[in-house]
Each structure stands twice: as structure tokens, then as C-alpha cells.
């Protein structure tokens, strides 16, 4: 009985279920069923393998190239810039439509690639190692196209276009390049856009390879705003980066704001009107290396910089236009820019001068507000004193004066020898008081950069004794450092004249004459008076998205009283019987006061020291609104040149003609 349950339970084919009376067992109708099964499987294998052979084995090749030429690319459409237009609205600096010759890398033959790009590179007229960098520069996506020329001529566009095979990956595409109408007029302020380098692009965020941008004047200090925002368009390629088909736009760009500076547009052509008037002025004077110069003009109640000249200047179309090739290579080659006397340089804010006698005002404020002297104490002026151990000679600009004067009148007069003395003053004040002449003319933003909005300025020099240690060692001059090193009687009695080592900028001066203007405020120098939506040319509509909000005038620490005395010496400068500029200024519609200055400079070419002239006032008298400083490079006495240049100034923003703009030899 035992065995026959072990061979019950051998044949079963599943565990006995309790319910049923006999267990499961492998019938031939449950065979059958699962060898339908089985075969079912098996042939669906054999589709699934069948159909892989057939498209790996007989349509992989084309799949392949489907798969190869439905790659979509992203690229990056370039906003149109904004404007930038001046406080009334007249346009300085707009857009123009042009033709732009690109380069797609990869599409170049591998076989005569060099050749390919050599050929491109003469027609273009570019030189073959630029184009050759700009491929190494973008090798790492040699699927994006590169800009090897803007603004192509049209007969290189035509011929490019009728021999297209012969150009592998060069495309011809519309785009938009900077239009400069005014040509040279404002090109400092306004600056000029370029290629991004590499040095920028590492600096700068949300910038990529190829990107124009602003790289001076207001170009680039507010690129931020005028760049707008970039488009996007797709396009389809192959895998080697050819193009198939035409790109779709899937994002519009958005033009760059508008950027409406203080500048005024008429008063900015008067002031280099002015400059090259003083030049000429000059020049009839036997002034023959009198070649450039600088004019600021400010409103000293706010800091507003309404004329902001320098001469020589530059086309900033020369950078867009090949036609103007010439043009810029006064501007990128350091030799050929030496023969025209550097027309890239900004000289009212990069120019650096010594200020002559326009420094005495701030001399003389210093040396009351120390106790050197009061407003009204006198000092002789002579034609000459001695100074020193070796009694060495300092002379009055004219030997024609012989008298005791209050500051007011020594102003008036611009006697050196008054000056010389409180320099001297300075000089023997005790160590424990520092150096409270500097301390002072650093108060009111010498040595240091004004903060312009538009940048490249220069902090100019405020010599300091310190100053003179630290430049002149053993190891720069073995032979003369023990003597040069030294803080010498000579250094402040010319520093009290605005000679010698101290150099400063027009565009310094301009501020500090605003702040006598403006009763003893320091204000901020700025050129950006709002941005604005773009608005094309209707711009009375156009709506302010940002204001420049300047930062209110800061008090200088001025006394009242010694202020009162600059003013009154100020107009009687160009006022009084022997004021320096009264020949210019005494009959002039609008009350005028000013000083002129005559400052030596070593000039190369000319081989000795040669005048810098000059002139920096306010008017009106009463309510000052309009500060202005002029000088005249190697223009001899400052009545000679800068002051009738000045005038010219004046005359175009009071819209009044009176005065005398004829030279006048005074300091």
C-alpha cells in the first residue's frame, strides 16, 4: 500500500489540490495548446529579428543620413543697439543696414582648407591672419558661423554671389552696423563698438565669441542698455554643420534701449569750434606747435557734463566702414597715431597738464582755510624772489609790478611772486601738520579720477613728499636719488602755481570751478541724463525707464569768507583794470569770472618747454549755470589762446555775441 502511493505521487505533474478528487497531469490537449504557444513565440521572434536585419543591414545607410541631416541648431540673433541722442533728443549715434560676410568652418574642404580660407581672406581684403585666429578662437563649435567681415562693399557681395562654388562655407547675410551721422563731432563721448575680446569675455557675464560691443565712450558704458536682448532663430543641419534649409525664428530680438546723455549737441560743436579757434589764435601768435587741446563745460548746480571736446579727433565710423581704413589706422597703429598726435585720446578727461596759474585759486583756499594768511592780508608782489640756500631766483610772469596785494588783487593781477610765498609758507610748516596744501587740493579731487560715468579717466598727479620717495630710488636713478628724493623748497613754491610735477585734467579743473561757482560744492561729474524705451524717432513719446539720479553735491569744507574772497579776485579777473582776461571777458553781455593760466611743459618735438594756455570760469556771476575750462596744447599765454576760445564758449550757450575774442598776452 506504501508504494503504491509513492508511485501515485511520482506521476503527478502538479500538488495535490484538496479540493479535487485527482491532481493536475500533462495531458496531450495541454500539450497541444502549449506547442501552439511556443510556435506563436518563436515566429514573433522571428519577425522582430527579420525586420532589425532590414533596417540595420538593408535601409541603415539611409536611416543614417536622415538621422544626419535632421540636427537643429540654436543660434543667436544680435539685437539692433539702441540710440544714443542728446539731452534735446538730436540723435548722435543710430543704426544702418549692411552686408556681413560669414564663415561656416566646418563646410571648408579638408583638403584645401588653407587655400579655401587664404582666397576668402584677399577678396574680403582682411588680412589672413585675423580670419585664421577667429577659427582657432571658435574651433570648439566649428558649427557656429563666423563673421569675417561688416559693411562688405556691394561689388564684393556680387562677385561672392555669382561664384559661390568657388567660396565653400562662406555666406552672405543682412545685418546691422553702428551709424555714426555726425562723423568726428562728440566721437570721445559717444566711443565706438567692436568684436568682444578675450580678456572681456572672461570678465563680462552673458557675453559670448562674436559679440559687438561697446569698447569706449558711452558705447561701452552703457552697453548694458543699448545691446538689447538677443532673438533666436533654428536651423537645421547635417552632421559636418551645412545648412539645411533656411533658419526659422523662434524668438524675436528685442532692440536696445535708448540713451539720452546731458550732453548739449550744439553747445559740444562750439566748444570744438572753440578749440580750433584757440589753436589758430596760436598760431598767429608764432605758437607753432600748439596742435590740440581740451574744453569742458558743466552746469555746476548738478554735475552735468554739457560739452566734453578734445582735438585732434577721430571718425568712430572708421571702425564699421572698410572704406575708412585709412581713418583708423591713426587710431590702432602707435606710429602713425604719434604723427597726428594721437586723435584717439580723450584730452579732456586722459589729458594731463600742468594747470599754471588756474591752480592758484585753489592755493589760496588752502593757505586761508590753514591760517597761512587771511583773505585780505597782504604780501608784496615783485618781479622776482629767493628762495633756498643758493638764493635761487622764482620770478613774477611780468616785471612790470611792484606792489603790496590782497588775495583779490593778486588773482586779478595773477602775480606769481604772491603765490610763490604762501608755497613757501606751506613749505616751513612743522612736520606734525602734514601736508595740509595737498590735503586740501585731494578735498576738492586732485590726484583722483572725478568718477565720470563715461570711464578712461586719468587720476593726473598730486606730488607729495611721500610721493617723491617712492619714485625716485636708488635702483630707477643710481645717480641723482639722493637729491631728487627730497622734498625741496622748490617743489612747493611751484606747486603753489600749478607747476612742476603736478599734473591734473580739464575735466578736474572744470569741477573744481564748479564748486566756486556753486558756493563750495563738490558735484558729480555725468554725462547719462536717462535710458528710454526705443521709440524710433518719435521720442517725445518714448517712455523713461531709468533716471540718472546724481548723487546731491557734497560740501568741500570751504570757508564762506576765503570763498568770497576767490570769487571776488575770479571776477576781477576778467573784469578789473589789470585782470589777465578783461580784454576777452570786460565787455561780454553776461557777467564772467575766470582765470587764465600759462603752464610750462616739456614738448619733444619742440625740443624745450613750451606754454600750455589756459582758461577755466562760471557765469553768471550771480547764479552760475554753465563752468568752462579750455586748454590750448603748446598755445603760449592763456589770455592769448584758451581765454578767446572760452568765449566762444560762452557766447554759443548765453546766445549772446559781445566780449572780445582777440589774444591778449597774459598768465
Given at each position: ?147 569675417l567681415k561688416e559693411n562688405v562693399p556691394d561689388e564684393v557681395v556680387r562677385f561672392l554671389l555669382e561664384r559661390q562654388m568657388d567660396f565653400p562655407g562662406v555666406a552672405v547675410r543682412d545685418t546691422g552696423i ?177 594747470p599754471g596759474s588756474t591752480f592758484k585759486p585753489i592755493t589760496a583756499l588752502a593757505a586761508i582755510q590753514e591760517g597761512v594768511i587771511g583773505p585780505y592780508d597782504t604780501l608784496p608782489c615783485v618781479p622776482v ?283
Amino acid at each position: 500500500m506504501a508504494s503504491t502511493d509513492y508511485r501515485a505521487r511520482a506521476r503527478s505533474f502538479l500538488p495535490r489540490d484538496p479540493r479535487v478528487a485527482e491532481p493536475y497531469r500533462l495531458t496531450p490537449r495541454l500539450a497541444f495548446r502549449i506547442g501552439i504557444l511556443g510556435a506563436l513565440a518563436l515566429a514573433a521572434f522571428a519577425l522582430l529579428v527579420l525586420r532589425l536585419w532590414a533596417l540595420q543591414v538593408l535601409s541603415g545607410d539611409e536611416y543614417l543620413r536622415v538621422a544626419q541631416n535632421n540636427q537643429l541648431r540654436r543660434i543667436r540673433v544680435e539685437a539692433p543697439r539702441g540710440q544714443v541722442i542728446d539731452r534735446h533728443g538730436k540723435l548722435l549715434v543710430d543704426n544702418a543696414k549692411a552686408t556681413s560676410v560669414q564663415l561656416w568652418p566646418a563646410q571648408l574642404p579638408k583638403d584645401a582648407r588653407y587655400r579655401a580660407v587664404r582666397r576668402i581672406a584677399r577678396v574680403l581684403g582682411v588680412p589672413l591672419a585675423e580670419v585664421l585666429r577667429k577659427i582657432e578662437r571658435q574651433k570648439q563649435d566649428p558649427v557656429t558661423p563666423i563673421t569675417l567681415k561688416e559693411n562688405v562693399p556691394d561689388e564684393v557681395v556680387r562677385f561672392l554671389l555669382e561664384r559661390q562654388m568657388d567660396f565653400p562655407g562662406v555666406a552672405v547675410r543682412d545685418t546691422g552696423i553702428r551709424r555714426y551721422p555726425l562723423g568726428d563731432l562728440a566721437s570721445h563721448v559717444v566711443g565706438h563698438v567692436g568684436e568682444i575680446t578675450k580678456t572681456q569675455l572672461k570678465e563680462l557675464e552673458g557675453y559670448r565669441l562674436g559679440d559687438r560691443i561697446g569698447q569706449r565712450g558711452a558705447e561701452a558704458a552703457f552697453d548694458r542698455f543699448l545691446r538689447g536682448r538677443p532673438g533666436l532663430q533654428r536651423l537645421r543641419i547635417d552632421s559636418s554643420g551645412r545648412p539645411r534649409g533656411d533658419p526659422v525664428t523662434v524668438q524675436d530680438p528685442v532692440d536696445g534701449d535708448t540713451v539720452r546723455l546731458t550732453l548739449d549737441l550744439e553747445l559740444q560743436r562750439a566748444a570744438e569750434d572753440a578749440i580750433e579757434y584757440g589753436i589758430g589764435l596760436a598760431h598767429e601768435n608764432d605758437n607753432w606747435y600748439a596742435d590740440g587741446g581740451a574744453a569742458v563745460a558743466l552746469d555746476p548746480r548738478n554735475g552735468e557734463v554739457l560739452a566734453l571736446a578734445s582735438l585732434p579727433t577721430y571718425d568712430p565710423g572708421a571702425y564699421v566702414n572698410p572704406r575708412k581704413r585709412g581713418e583708423l589706422a591713426k587710431l590702432v597703429n602707435k606710429s602713425i597715431a604719434a604723427r597726428h598726435n594721437y586723435p584717439g585720446l580723450n584730452r579732456a578727461v586722459e589729458g594731463l597738464y600742468p594747470p599754471g596759474s588756474t591752480f592758484k585759486p585753489i592755493t589760496a583756499l588752502a593757505a586761508i582755510q590753514e591760517g597761512v594768511i587771511g583773505p585780505y592780508d597782504t604780501l608784496p608782489c615783485v618781479p622776482v624772489l629767493y628762495y633756498g640756500r643758493d638764493r635761487h631766483p622764482f620770478r613774477n610772469w611780468t616785471p612790470n609790478v611792484n606792489q603790496a596785494m590782497d588775495l583779490p588783487t593778486a588773482l586779478e593781477h595773477s602775480c606769481d611772486t604772491y603765490f610763490y610765498e604762501l608755497g613757501y609758507k606751506f613749505y616751513k610748516l612743522p612736520a606734525t601738520r602734514g601736508h595740509p596744501f595737498q590735503e586740501w587740493a585731494a578735498r576738492w579731487g586732485f590726484g583722483r579720477p572725478t568718477g565720470l560715468d563715461i570711464g578712461g579717466e586719468l587720476p593726473g598727479l598730486l606730488p607729495t613728499p611721500e610721493w617723491r620717495v617712492r619714485t625716485f630710488t636708488k635702483e630707477r636713478f643710481p645717480n641723482t636719488w639722493q637729491l631728487d628724493s627730497l622734498w625741496k623748497p622748490g617743489d612747493s613754491i611751484q606747486l603753489a602755481i600749478g607747476q612742476k610735477d603736478l599734473l591734473v585734467t580739464p575735466l578736474q579743473m572744470a569741477r573744481f570751478y564748479a564748486t566756486i561757482a556753486n558756493g563750495g560744492r563738490l558735484v558729480q561729474p555725468h554725462l547719462l541724463r536717462w535710458i528710454e524705451e526705443s521709440a524710433g524717432r518719435n521720442r517725445a513719446t518714448a517712455h523713461v525707464r531709468r533716471r540718472y539720479i546724481a548723487p546731491p553735491p557734497r560740501e568741500s569744507g570751504i570757508d564762506p569768507g576765503a570763498l568770497s574772497a576767490v570769487q571776488q579776485g575770479l571776477y576781477a579777473a576778467t573784469h578789473g583794470t589789470n585782470g589777465t582776461s578783461t580784454r576777452v571777458f570786460g565787455t561780454f553781455e553776461v557777467d564772467v569770472a575766470g582765470k587764465t593760466g600759462t603752464a610750462e611743459k616739456f614738448v619733444p618735438a619742440a625740443g624745450r618747454h613750451v606754454d600750455q594756455s589756459w582758461w577755466c570760469g562760471y557765469g553768471p556771476v550771480e547764479e552760475p549755470t554753465l563752468t568752462v575750462c579750455v586748454v590750448i596744447e603748446n598755445g603760449g599765454f592763456g589770455g592769448e589762446a584758451a581765454a578767446p576760445a572760452a568765449l566762444k564758449i560762452f557766447q554759443r550757450y548765453f546766445n549772446e555775441q559781445g566780449g572780445n575774442p582777440s589774444p591778449v598776452p597774459a598768465d
